[in-house]
């Protein structure tokens, strides 16, 4: 069984920061993509940013320069370090990877991560 689990998320005013954390445990050999989605009340979850194992990175145009993702491989662990915060980055952050391990490969899902951001 894989688990992620995120935290970091919490209110803040418009223009502050947060940093958001997901960390991945269970019997895994390896983690490829990593991503952070967002749904916002009454709409589609969204990607976010999303991170390969070497480090390639793509962002949803609405983050790009305010938003960086990166991974710790050693320590299965994603952080998503948001910046310049709009109220429109209210929603409930959910991170997602793609693993491999001792029963083949598959995806999982955390519960997810409120951020509010208060304007």
């Known amino acids: 069984q894989v688990t992620l689990v995120e935290s970091g998320g ?10 958001l954390s997901c960390e991945v445990s269970g ?3 390896s ?6 989605y967002r749904q916002a ?7 976010v940013a999303a991170i390969t194992r ?14 960086t993702i990166s991974r710790d491989n050693a320590k299965n662990t994603m952080y998503l370090q ?3 915060l709009k109220s429109e980055d209210t929603a409930v ?8 391990g001792a029963a083949g490969t598959g995806g999982s899902w955390g519960r997810g991560t409120q951020v509010t951001v208060s304007s």
Do not use: H
Request: proline fraction near 2%.
């Open 27 to 29: 019997s895994i050999f």
């Open 10 to 19: 919490g209110l803040v005013q418009a223009g502050g920061s947060l940093r």
């Open 82 to 84: 948001m910046s310049s």
């Open 54 to 67: 070497n480090g390639s990175t793509n962002y949803a145009d609405s983050v790009k320069g305010r938003f």
């Open 31 to 36: 983690i490829n993509v990593m991503g952070w």
């Open 41 to 47: 009340p009454g709409k589609q979850r969204e990607l």
């Open 93 to 100: 952050y959910y991170c997602n990877v793609g693993w491999r």
